[in-house]
C-alpha cells in the first residue's frame, strides 16, 4: 500500500510560481512512477508530467511543458510540481498518483488533491 499526501496548493496571480509537494508512505517509494494529473468539475481527469521510479525519465502534457516540471528525492519519499508561468485555466485540483509502471493504463494510487487557483 502507498499513501500519498499533497500540499503547496494555493492562490496565485497569473504568470507566477507554485511548487506542489507530494509525500509517499512506505519503503520502497523508488519502486514507483508518480504522476500528477488535474481535474476541473465537471471535466475529465487531466494528466499532466510523470517521473520514473529513479528520476531519469519524465513526460508531460503539452499544455504544461515548458512550463511545470516535476521532479522527485527518493531519500525524502516525495515528488514534486514546479509551476511557473501559471495561467489562469490551470486552476484546478491537482492530484498526485503512484504506480509500479511508467505508463500504466490507470494508475495504482492516488493522493486527495490541493487546490491551485490562478487569478488574472
Known amino acids: 500500500q502507498v499513501q500519498l499526501v499533497e500540499s503547496g496548493g494555493g492562490l496565485v496571480q497569473a504568470g507566477g510560481s507554485l511548487r506542489l509537494s507530494c509525500a509517499a508512505s512506505g519503503r520502497t517509494f523508488s519502486s514507483y512512477a508518480m504522476g500528477w494529473f488535474r481535474q476541473a468539475p465537471g471535466k475529465e481527469r487531466e494528466f499532466v508530467a510523470a517521473?520514473?521510479?529513479?528520476?531519469?525519465?519524465?513526460r508531460y502534457a503539452d499544455s504544461v511543458k515548458g512550463r511545470f516540471t516535476i521532479s522527485r528525492d527518493n531519500a525524502k519519499n516525495t515528488v514534486y510540481l514546479q509551476m511557473n508561468s501559471l495561467k489562469t485555466e490551470d486552476t484546478t485540483l491537482y492530484y498526485c498518483?503512484?504506480?509500479?509502471?511508467?505508463?500504466?493504463?490507470?494508475?495504482?494510487?492516488w493522493g486527495q488533491g490541493t487546490q491551485v487557483t490562478v487569478s488574472s
Open positions: 498518483a503512484a504506480d509500479l509502471l511508467f505508463r500504466p493504463t490507470t494508475w495504482n494510487y
Open positions: 517521473i520514473s521510479g529513479g528520476g531519469f525519465n519524465t
